[in-house]
C-alpha cells in the first residue's frame, strides 16, 4: 500500500524557478528519501531525510521534514530543463522497507 | 552511489513463455535485494524482498509461483517471470542494499513486452 502522498501531482515552471513539491505520509517512519525518475530509466537516490531531522541541503536541493505533520517538502532552486523528470518520496519505516508515493511529474521549461 | 545493473534492459516475448532478470551490484556486496513493479505514470510498487541464500519474501498480493526469486550471491539476483501473461508486462526494477537496508540503490529497470 502507498505510504506517501505527493502533491501537485504535476508542476510545470520556467527555468530558473524554484520547484517546491509536498509530500504527506501516514505512519511512523525511520527516514525519508526522494528520487528522481527520468522517463523509462531507474531510480536515483536524491537525499534522505531521518525523522529526528528537520531540514537538510545538497546542492540546489532543500529537503524539510516535519513529523508532528507528516509531511516533507522538496525544493529544487534555480531549476534547469534537465531537472525535468518524476519525483517520488519514499518513507522508511520499522518494516525496513521503502514505500513510495505516487510521484509528481516536474516538466521545466527552457 | 554504488552501481547495480539489470539484464536485459527490455524485453518482448510470447504469452506463455517464462522470462528471467538479472540484478547485480556491481561495486559492493548486497546483504538485500528488493524487486518493485512499475506500471505507466504510476508508483513503484514492492514485490518482494530478498535475502543472499534464503528466500524470498513476497508482499501480499504477490503470487510466488509465478514471480521466482533467487539470491544466489551477494551481488546477483534473479527475477523470474513464469508463464508470462500480457497483464504481466510492466517496469520491473530491482534495488540492492547493504547493512543497514535504509539507503537502497536502484538498477536502470527492464521493461518486458508480452504479446
Known amino acids: 500500500s502507498q505510504q506517501g502522498e505527493e502533491d501537485p501531482q504535476a508542476l510545470s515552471i520556467q527555468e530558473g524557478e524554484n520547484a517546491t513539491m509536498n509530500c504527506s505520509y501516514k505512519?511512523?517512519?525511520?527516514?525519508l528519501q526522494w528520487y528522481r525518475q527520468n522517463s523509462g530509466r531507474g531510480l536515483v537516490h536524491l537525499i534522505l531525510?531521518?525523522?529526528?531531522?528537520r531540514e537538510k541541503h545538497s546542492g540546489r536541493l532543500r529537503v524539510t521534514l516535519d513529523t508532528s505533520k507528516k509531511s516533507s517538502s522538496l525544493l529544487i532552486t534555480a531549476s534547469r530543463a534537465a531537472d525535468t523528470a518524476s519525483y517520488f518520496c519514499?518513507?522508511?519505516?520499522?518494516?525496513?522497507?521503502?514505500?513510495f508515493g505516487k510521484g509528481i511529474t516536474l516538466s521545466v521549461r527552457p | 552511489g554504488a552501481v547495480v545493473s539489470q539484464h536485459p534492459s527490455w524485453v518482448i516475448c510470447k504469452s506463455g513463455t517464462s522470462v528471467k532478470i538479472e540484478c547485480r551490484s556491481l561495486?559492493?556486496?548486497?546483504?538485500?535485494m528488493f524487486w518493485y513493479r512499475q506500471f505507466p505514470k504510476q508508483s513503484l510498487m514492492l514485490m518482494a524482498t530478498?535475502?543472499?541464500?534464503?528466500?524470498?519474501?513476497?508482499e501480499q498480493g504477490v503470487e510466488k509461483d509465478k514471480f521466482l526469486i533467487n539470491h544466489a550471491s551477494l551481488t546477483l539476483s534473479t527475477l523470474t517471470v513464469t508463464s508470462a501473461h500480457p497483464e504481466d508486462s510492466s517496469f520491473y526494477i530491482c534495488?540492492?542494499?547493504?547493512?543497514?537496508?535504509?539507503?537502497?540503490?536502484f538498477g536502470p529497470g527492464t521493461r518486458l513486452t508480452v504479446l
Open positions: 534495488s540492492a542494499a547493504g547493512a543497514p537496508a535504509d539507503t537502497q540503490y
Open positions: 505512519t511512523s517512519i525511520n527516514n
Open positions: 531525510i531521518r525523522s529526528n531531522e
Open positions: 519514499a518513507t522508511f519505516g520499522a518494516n525496513s522497507k521503502l514505500t
Open positions: 561495486d559492493f556486496q548486497a546483504t538485500t
Open positions: 530478498s535475502n543472499e541464500g534464503s528466500k524470498a519474501t513476497y
